[in-house]
C-alpha cells in the first residue's frame, strides 16, 4: 500500500513535534516532506537568549539533529521557502522552482517579529531578536561596539538585554509600560525583577514611547516622544510576534489574526491543517510552547485517524528564569471586585507570591524569586480549586504523591515541553522505565528548566508503587549521556580514561565533541582522578579561567594579585600603583576579599600586567580557593584570641590554586566576634578561648546558607589538617559546579562530619590532596615564560561559537 504524502511547512518545534507525534503513532504511514525557511534542523527557539548570554551554543538547542530526519525518512528542504499551494490540486511550490505533491499539509509557518514602524527603523545596527542571524547579528555588532538599546521590557526583550550584557555592552531597555513584563507580572513582581536587574547592570526607561531611530546610514541612537534621546550602537526591538499568515492569505486558506482552526485544527481548506503560533483557535493564538504542543498532539490523532479528545484551548502558564530569577506567572493575575487574593512578601529574601481567588476558587498565580509551588498551582488552577484545598495543602511547594494522585490524565506536567501526566504514566507503563532520567528521555518531561523534576518523580512513585525505588534516581551529567557524574567518574577509574574524547567515544557519548556542559566537567573530573598525569584541556575551560582574568562588560579584563590573608605592603602597592599607570587602569576597586581589583585591562596586555606586577594569580576567576579573608587578629585587635592572620596566611599558601568542583572561600576570625564572616563561608574559622571552630557549607550569595560547626581543635596544625580532608572530599564527591552549601545538604551533614573526623580517611585524603598539589604551577608566571601561550591565547577572545549548519 503506497505511503500518504504529508508535508509540513514550518520546520520550527510546534510542527516538528507534531511530526513527532504522528511517528509514534504511525511511523510508516506517511512519506513525509518538511520544508523550512532557516538553513538549520530543528532547534528550540526558547534556548536563544542562553546561546546570546554564552551559556550554550546552537548545537546544545538543536533538538533534531539531520541525522534524525534520516533516521525517519523524513525529506528536509531546509533553507528554502515555500511560496504557493494549490489547495485544490494539493502542490505545494517553493522558491527554488520546486514542485512537491500532498494529500495532508500542516501549516506550522510561526510568526514573525513585530518591528515598529518608525523613522529610522531600517537603519543599519537595528534588528529583531526572533531566529539563530539575530542573534549572531547582535554577538557581531558587540564585538566592535557599546551601547545597545532593547526597545521592550518583556521576557524576550529582557533576555536578549542579558545577553548583551554578557558579550560585554552597556544596555538600555526601553518599555511602554510603567513596569516590566506587564504581561505575566503585577507591579510588585515587576518593580522586584527591575531592582534586580538594575543591580545586575540594566538601565531602565520606563513609559517611554520611542519615536525614531537616530543616525544616517547606521544607528546613533532613539529619540522618545518626549523629546528626550539616547546613544544607541545597536537597537534590538523585542516589541512582540505576529502569526505569519501571509502564505495562507495568499492562497485562500480563511485568515484572521492567524490561521483559523477548529478543535482539530483543521482549516477552512480540506487536508489542511494549522498548529503553532500562526494558527487562530476560538480567536486565542498563543506564543507559548506547551499549547501548540498541546495541539500538536491533537492534530496528530487527527491525521492518523484516531479518536481523541478535542482541544479546547489552554491556560496559559510561565515559568522562567529572567536573567537568573526565577519567576512564575498563571492564569489570571489582577485583583478586582470579585477577584481577591493571597499576597506573601519577603523584602529580605527578595521573594513574592500572589494566589488569586475567584468565587472561592484558585483563578491565577504569581511568583517571584521562588517558584516551587508552581506545579501545585498550576495543577489547582487547571482543576479550578477550591481554595479549601489550597490551605489543606500547605505552601510547602513539594509536590507529594496524593496531589499526582488527584491530577487527571489530561494535566500538563512540563509546560516547556506540552507533556502531561496521562503521557509519563503510559511511558512508564508501556516501556518498564523506572528512572526519572529514563522518563525525561523518553517523554522530555523535564527536559528543559528542570522545575518538574519533582512532580515527574511522584507520578514515577505513584505509577510504579512497590517497584519504586529511590536508589534507582540518577540524573546525568548533560544530555550527551545517560550516565550519571558518579557513573562516569566510576568508569574513568575502572577503564583508566585519560582525555575527555576518549571518555566520550568508550562511554558511547551520543555528541561527537560533548557540549558546554560536560567538557568542563570531564575535564575537572581527569583532572581530579589523574592529578599529576593528566594535562588540562584548556579549550575545555570557560574563556575566563583560559585567559586567568575575568572579562568585563566593555571587553576588557580585571585582574587581581594574591594578597595572602589580604595583607599587603608598600612594595606590593607601589607595584600596583605603577602598572595602572602604566597600562592606563580605568578602577582599582578594594574586593571583598580583601583584595585589590584592577579594571580595564586590555586583553592584549595581561602578560605584560602579571610581568610588572610580579605577584601570583589570586584566581579571581578560578573554581579553586579564592580568598582566605582574615580579620586583625589577637596581634592588634583588643578582642581578639587567635593569630587569625598568620593562619589565614598559612590556609591560603597550602591550598591555593587547586582545582575544586566550584570556586571556595574561607575565612578566618580571631573572636566570636566574627568579623572575617567566617559564617557565611565554604569553610569559616573562629578563634575562642584556646581553641579554633571550624565551620563548613556556608554561603553569602544570592543562596544565603549559614555554616554548620564541623568540630572545634586546638591547634592550627589540626585546622589545617581538616580543612585538607573537607577540601579533598568536595573535590571527590561533588557534582562540577556545585557549590559546597549545597554538596553538603546533598551529602548530608553528618555524612562528611564522620568522614573527616575518621584519623584515617583523614590522611588519606590529605595524601591525595597533597599529591595534586604537589604538580601546581603559577599561572601567570607560565605565560609570562611561554610566546606560545600568548600567541594562542592572546590575539583574540572566543565568543561561544554560532553553528552555521
Known sequence: MAKQKLALIGNGMAGVRCIEEILKIQP???????????????????????????????????????????????????????????????????????????????????????????????????????????????????????????????????????????????????????????????????????????????????????????????????????????????????????????????????????????????????????????????????????????????????????????????????????????????????????????????????????????????????????????????????????????????????????????????????????????????????????????????????????????????????????????????????????????????????????????????LGWNTSDGCSKCKPALNYYLGMIHPVEYEDEKESRYVNERLHANIQKDGTFSVVPRMYGGVTNPEQLRKIANVADKYNVKLLKVTGGQRIDMFGVEKEDLPGVWADLDMPSGYAYGKTLRTVKTCVGENFCRFGTQDSIGLGIALEKKFERVGTPHKVKMAVSACPRNCAESGIKDLGVVGVDGAWEIYIGGNGGTHLRAAELLCKVKTSDEVIEITGAYIQHYRETANYLERTSVWVERVGFDTIKTIIGDKQKRNELNQRLDEALSVLQEPWKEIIESNAIQTGLFQKVKIPAISNK
Open 28 to 506: 510508516d504511514r506517511f512519506e513525509v516532506t518538511v520544508f523550512g525557511s532557516e538553513p538549520h534542523p530543528n532547534y528550540d527557539r526558547i534556548q536563544l537568549s542562553n546561546v546570546l548570554q554564552g551559556a550554550t551554543t546552537i548545537d546544545d538547542i538543536t533538538i533534531n539533529d539531520w541525522n534524525w530526519y534520516k533516521e525517519n525518512n523524513i525529506t528536509l528542504f531546509s533553507g528554502e521557502t515555500v511560496t504557493n499551494i494549490d489547495t485544490v490540486k494539493q502542490i505545494i511550490y517553493s522558491d527554488t522552482n520546486r514542485e512537491v505533491e500532498y494529500d495532508q499539509l500542516i501549516l506550522a509557518t510561526g510568526s514573525i517579529p513585530f518591528i515598529l514602524p518608525i523613522k529610522g527603523a531600517d537603519k543599519k545596527g537595528v534588528t529583531a531578536f526572533r531566529n539563530i542571524e539575530d542573534c549572531e547579528k547582535m554577538i557581531e555588532y558587540s564585538k566592535n561596539n557599546k551601547k545597545a538599546a532593547v526597545i521592550g521590557g518583556g521576557l524576550l526583550g529582557l533576555e536578549a538585554a542579558r545577553g548583551l550584557l554578557n558579550l560585554g555592552m552597556q544596555v538600555d531597555v526601553i518599555h511602554l509600560s510603567e513596569y516590566l513584563m506587564d504581561r505575566q507580572l503585577d507591579p510588585t513582581a515587576g518593580k522586584m525583577l527591575q531592582r534586580e536587574l538594575e543591580s545586575q547592570g540594566m538601565n531602565f526607561y520606563l513609559g517611554k514611547q520611542t519615536q525614531e531611530v537616530l543616525g544616517e546610514i547606521d544607528v546613533k541612537g532613539l529619540r522618545f516622544s518626549d523629546g528626550e534621546e539616547i546613544s544607541a550602537d545597536l537597537v534590538v526591538m523585542a516589541v512582540g510576534i505576529k502569526p505569519n499568515v501571509q502564505l495562507a492569505k495568499n492562497c485562500g486558506i480563511p485568515v484572521n489574526r492567524g490561521i483559523i482552526v477548529d478543535d482539530y485544527m483543521e482549516t477552512g481548506i480540506p487536508n489542511i491543517y494549522s498548529v503553532g503560533e500562526c494558527a487562530e483557535h476560538r480567536e486565542m493564538v498563543y506564543g507559548l510552547v506547551a499549547p501548540l504542543y498541546e495541539q500538536g498532539k491533537v492534530l496528530a490523532k487527527r491525521i492518523c485517524g484516531q479518536e481523541s479528545k478535542a482541544y479546547e484551548g489552554s491556560v496559559l502558564s510561565t515559568k522562567l528564569k529572567v536573567s537568573g530569577v526565577d519567576v512564575f506567572s498563571a492564569g489570571e493575575i489582577f485583583e478586582d471586585e470579585k477577584a481577591k487574593s493571597i499576597k506573601e512578601f519577603n523584602e529580605w529574601n527578595g521573594t513574592y507570591k500572589k494566589v488569586m481567588i475567584r468565587n472561592g476558587k484558585i483563578s491565577g498565580a504569581v511568583l517571584f524569586g521562588d517558584t516551587k509551588e508552581s506545579n501545585n498551582l498550576l495543577s489547582m488552577i487547571n482543576k479550578n480549586a477550591d481554595v479549601s484545598e489550597y490551605l489543606k495543602v500547605g505552601t510547602s511547594g513539594e509536590p507529594s504523591v496524593s496531589l499526582v494522585t488527584s491530577m487527571s490524565h489530561e494535566e500538563i506536567v512540563c509546560g516547556c515541553n506540552g507533556v502531561t501526566k496521562g503521557d509519563i504514566v503510559t511511558a512508564i507503563e508501556s516501556k518498564g522505565l523506572t528512572s526519572i532520567e529514563e522518563v525525561k528521555g523518553c517523554t522530555s518531561a523535564s527536559r528543559s528548566c528542570g522545575g518538574c523534576k519533582p512532580l515527574v518523580g511522584d507520578i514515577l512513585e505513584l505509577t510504579l508503587g512497590a517497584d519504586f525505588s529511590k536508589s534507582n534516581q540518577k540524573e546525568s551529567i548533560c544530555t550527551c549521556t545517560t550516565l550519571s557524574r558518579d557513573e562516569v567518574v566510576a568508569e574513568i577509574r575502572e577503564k583508566n580514561l585519560t582525555h575527555t574524547r576518549e571518555v566520550m567515544n568508550v
